[in-house]
Nanobody, 122 residues
Framework: QVQLVESGGGLVQAGGSLRLSCAASGRTFSSYAMGWFRQAPGKEREFVAVISGTGGRADYADSVKGRFTISRDNAKKTVYLQMNSVKPEDTAVYYC???????????????WGQGTQVTVSS
């Protein structure tokens, strides 16, 4: 069982930066791939980034590639999403998730956090 708690959301101006954190409970954090997803009002939840258990592999949605960076600290049981050069279209509730596969598929993730709101003003 894994419990996930996101933090770090807020209001930021376009072009600015924000770092999201996701703290996990449980003894097997390093066994899980960790993903970030986001959901804007009226839209489906979409993949943002994923990182493998060791941190050696990461993948990004095309819309954030080159601007966002996912990382993890297994000793702290925390995964991060560094968001740079943010745009108004990045406005959404951001969720972290844990699963056994390094995948973009939302259905493959077993555990989800409650989400943190990110709002980008133009």
């Amino acid at each position: 069982q894994v419990q996930l708690v996101e933090s770090g959301g807020g209001l930021v101006q376009a072009g600015g930066s924000l770092r999201l954190s996701c703290a996990a409970s449980g003894r097997t954090f390093s066994s899980y791939a960790m993903g970030w997803f986001r959901q804007a009002p009226g839209k489906e939840r979409e993949f943002v980034a994923v990182i493998s258990g060791t941190g050696g592999r990461a993948d990004y949605a095309d819309s954030v590639k080159g601007r966002f960076t996912i990382s993890r600290d297994n000793a702290k049981k925390t995964v991060y999403l560094q968001m740079n050069s943010v745009k108004p279209e990045d406005t959404a509730v951001y969720y972290c998730a844990a699963g056994m596969l390094v995948t973009t598929a939302r259905t493959q993730y077993n555990y989800w956090g409650q989400g943190t709101q990110v709002t980008v003003s133009s």
